[in-house]
């Protein structure tokens, strides 16, 4: 897949009018046509990525009695260690499937609006993560989350110039974003999967777009291009690997494409394990995503938060 897009975001951010004018129109051609693309030159610190890869290393590493003492405290909790068996991402678009091979962490926003009061809002994407009990293991995590809100609010900038937008349109509904980390561990097999097995399941991503920070070197990752066939997502050296959600789909009124993908397990890397890190952009809570274009509207307006709540219930269910 050597044509795989790769956006620059500091060639992006000092570059002329004009620059910025052709970095934004590639975007624009890729988001119409896979929704996928490599953001390199990011200005996430290294430090940074590589104290949060030692941390859940370290953590999935860990027996698993000692994992699930950060288990949910209830079904349906968006947060804290999910262990195998308990997710199938291809049911959110309704495609009944055996669970993922995969277990999770995840973690939510680090602080509550001032003034927030909605009741769904507090019991669930504002619920506490639940920590392990692992030294270091929450001040990396918070570090990269923090640097992946700043990232995003970044390629939200250029993605509202390649829809001819001012740079700041989407400012007023990402300022209080209701965004995830998940962890991802696909552990080794040893026996090959069941009929219709994934290490994750066919899905498309919920929210504004994700960032995902894939093993080096590992494969599985696979989008559905428009002609129908399964493409594999290399990991780029040095780059995040984006893809827009639903809720950028809906609000381009279906310009830009959330495509369908999914973790399968290569014959020759079924036997090793797969990690990677996926921040999943949410707008806050209350935003209400509608169509931002002078088109007819293919979709009616739905709020962030109840959409976001939705999607979850359907792959956790």
């Given at each position: 897949?050597?044509?795989?897009?790769?956006?620059d975001?500091?060639?992006?951010?000092?570059?002329?009018?004009?620059?910025?004018?052709?970095?934004?129109?590639?975007?624009?051609?890729?988001?119409?046509?896979?929704?996928?693309?490599?953001?390199?030159?990011?200005?996430?610190p290294?430090?940074?990525?590589?104290?949060?890869?030692?941390?859940?290393?370290?953590?999935?590493?860990?027996?698993?009695?000692?994992?699930?003492?950060?288990?949910?405290?209830?079904?349906?909790?968006?947060?804290g260690?999910?262990?195998?068996?308990?997710?199938?991402?291809?049911?959110s678009k309704?495609?009944?499937?055996?669970?993922?091979?995969?277990?999770?962490?995840?973690?939510?926003?680090?602080?509550?609006?001032?003034?927030?009061?909605?009741?769904?809002?507090?019991?669930?994407?504002?619920?506490?993560?639940?920590?392990?009990?692992?030294?270091?293991?929450?001040?990396?995590?918070?570090?990269?989350?923090?640097?992946?809100?700043?990232?995003?609010?970044?390629?939200?900038?250029?993605?509202?110039?390649?829809?001819?937008?001012?740079?700041?349109?989407?400012?007023?509904?990402?300022?209080?974003?209701?965004?995830?980390?998940?962890?991802?561990?696909?552990?080794?097999?040893?026996?090959?999967?069941?009929?219709?097995?994934?290490?994750?399941?066919?899905?498309?991503?919920?929210?504004?777009?994700?960032?995902?920070?894939?093993?080096?070197?590992?494969?599985?990752?696979?989008?559905?291009?428009?002609?129908?066939?399964?493409?594999?997502?290399?990991?780029?050296?040095?780059?995040?690997?984006?893809?827009?959600?639903?809720?950028?789909?809906?609000?381009?009124?279906?310009?830009?494409?959330s495509?369908?993908?999914?973790?399968?397990?290569?014959?020759?890397?079924?036997?090793?394990?797969?990690?990677?890190?996926?921040?999943?952009?949410?707008?806050?809570?209350?935003?209400?995503?509608?169509?931002?274009?002078?088109?007819?509207?293919?979709?009616?307006?739905?709020?962030?938060?109840?959409?976001?709540?939705?999607?979850?219930?359907?792959?956790?269910?």
């Amino acid at each position: 897949m050597q044509d795989f897009p790769i956006l620059d975001l500091s060639a992006f951010a000092r570059g002329d009018a004009a620059a910025r004018a052709a970095i934004a129109a590639e975007v624009d051609r890729t988001c119409r046509e896979t929704g996928f693309l490599a953001v390199g030159n990011h200005g996430v610190p290294e430090q940074v990525i590589a104290d949060i890869r030692a941390a859940v290393t370290a953590f999935f590493d860990q027996p698993a009695e000692v994992k699930h003492r950060s288990a949910p405290p209830r079904p349906g909790y968006p947060y804290g260690y999910l262990g195998p068996g308990t997710e199938a991402l291809a049911r959110s678009k309704g495609q009944e499937t055996p669970p993922d091979l995969k277990e999770s962490f995840n973690g939510g926003p680090l602080a509550v609006p001032e003034g927030e009061s909605d009741a769904d809002a507090l019991a669930f994407c504002y619920a506490p993560t639940i920590w392990p009990d692992l030294p270091g293991f929450r001040p990396a995590w918070e570090a990269y989350y923090r640097e992946m809100e700043a990232l995003a609010a970044r390629i939200m900038e250029v993605f509202a110039v390649a829809l001819g937008l001012a740079p700041d349109f989407f400012a007023p509904y990402i300022d209080a974003p209701i965004s995830a980390l998940r962890a991802l561990n696909y552990p080794a097999l040893d026996r090959p999967p069941v009929a219709g097995q994934q290490r994750a399941g066919a899905h498309t991503d919920y929210g504004s777009l994700t960032i995902l920070l894939p093993q080096p070197g590992s494969k599985g990752l696979e989008i559905l291009t428009p002609q129908g066939e399964w493409r594999p997502v290399p990991p780029v050296e040095g780059a995040f690997v984006i893809n827009i959600g639903d809720l950028m789909e809906r609000w381009t009124n279906d310009r830009w494409r959330s495509t369908l993908h999914r973790v399968v397990p290569p014959p020759e890397a079924a036997t090793r394990r797969r990690m990677s890190l996926a921040f999943f952009h949410q707008p806050n809570w209350h935003a209400v995503i509608g169509n931002l274009t002078d088109a007819p509207p293919v979709h009616a307006p739905v709020r962030s938060g109840p959409y976001l709540v939705e999607k979850f219930t359907a792959a956790t269910g």
